[in-house]
């Protein structure tokens, strides 16, 4: 199993979209357009974001 770290081709801010979208063969753009939606709900997509990119490790 491939670890999970940033995106250095995927990223619009910090590659941690990208970075999951990689590990689980998922097309970049349909993972940020479904981060962008839990973020409009009351869950708490940019602490989750944050905290994911302090918790991945560095681009490859």
Partial sequence: MKNIHRSTNNRVFA???GG???HFDW???I???IFFL???????GII???I???V???PE
Avoid at 38 to 44: A, D, G, I, M, R
């Fill in 56 to 58: 991945m490790g560095d």
């Fill in 31 to 33: 993972a940020r357009l």
């Fill in 48 to 50: 989750v974001y944050l």
């Fill in 15 to 17: 590659g941690v979209i």
């Fill in 38 to 44: 839990l973020s409009l709900t009351p869950f708490p």
């Fill in 52 to 54: 994911l990119w302090m």
């Fill in 20 to 22: 999951i979208a990689d």
């Fill in 27 to 29: 097309n970049p753009g």
